[in-house]
């Protein structure tokens, strides 16, 4: 068994960590609840906005002869990855890692070169370059800010590289916040846009009054709708990540309060092991006195 000293030194280290863990877990959770509010009023309108342009494109003619909803042969994939800036939030960047790797490594793509990445996140970057990833460029600054005007820049610069045939589809992954305790890693094509034929929740076809035509409507509508699709993606992932921060400091904090419990016990019984051994020592010596 330890001695007392070491024991002492154990159990104040354990606080010490056990109020930083719970001091974390109060700021993440105070950064959630501001963040999930926004991805819970931020969904609907970009459901509407999707369900607008679908029902816009309905005719098979107008996505073929569509920029942005034409398909192409695959030959130049563009992946963005988005991660955080920061550690301590459990398997959250791990996990977007290894799907990101598990799926490309199985890809069929004409030359390893035409597969790139643009990273959205320090921890992403850092771990995409130690495994020797094509990494085209990297976003860490989004975070400081993370507002509309912000992410519509960055928007702006994967629709203009996928309308000037430098890649032919570009697709984000990132952790997609269902709750506090869950994100569900999700992979999503960015460009050229589609549409989920067999979702259930798919809006109604409407006969909408277009004025002043459907050309124009759609050359303002679309790239609109591409600058809230990533603001929408980069948003969630962040609302996940403090809650996945959030879930692991509780997680940290209950574990330091459990270890915490059983250094205390093994401290007493240290103490009172001590203790008897000197209440032994002084009843020998009296008795040797006696003697």
Request: net charge negative.
């Amino acid at each position: 068994m330890a001695g007392l000293k070491e024991i002492r030194t154990r159990i104040v280290s354990v606080k010490s960590t056990m109020q930083i863990t719970s001091a974390m877990k109060m700021v993440a959770a105070a950064k959630l609840r501001k963040a999930q509010d926004k991805i819970i009023q931020l969904r609907p309108y970009a459901a509407k906005l999707e369900g607008i342009l679908e029902c816009l494109t309905n005719d098979p003619e107008d996505r073929t002869d569509n920029i942005y909803t034409r398909e192409r042969e695959l030959k130049n994939l563009l992946v963005v990855v988005i991660t955080s800036n920061r550690g301590l939030c459990g398997a959250f960047n791990s996990n977007v890692i290894k799907e990101v790797i598990s799926e490309d490594t199985n890809r069929t793509i004409p030359r390893e070169e035409d597969l790139h990445y643009l990273t959205i996140g320090k921890k992403g970057t850092e771990l995409l370059r130690s495994r020797k990833f094509p990494i085209i460029d990297s976003n860490y600054e989004i975070y400081d800010d993370l507002q509309f005007n912000t992410v519509a820049p960055l928007a702006d610069r994967l629709i203009h590289h996928f309308i000037n045939g430098e890649y032919d589809k570009i697709e984000f992954v990132y952790n997609h916040f269902k709750n506090a305790a869950v994100q569900i890693v999700t992979r999503e094509q960015f460009l050229p846009i589609t549409f989920d034929e067999d979702d259930e929740n798919r809006p109604m076809q409407t006969d909408f009054i277009l004025e002043p035509d459907r050309a124009l409507i759609l050359e303002k509508l679309i790239p609109r709708s591409l600058r809230i699709q990533l603001y929408k993606a980069i948003l969630d992932s962040y609302v996940a990540e403090q809650g996945a921060r959030m879930t692991a400091m509780h997680m940290a904090t209950d574990n330091a309060t459990e270890l915490l419990r059983e250094l205390t016990l093994h401290y007493n019984k240290a103490r009172q092991s001590a203790i008897t051994k000197e209440i032994l020592d002084i009843v020998g010596g009296a008795e040797a006195l006696h003697e």
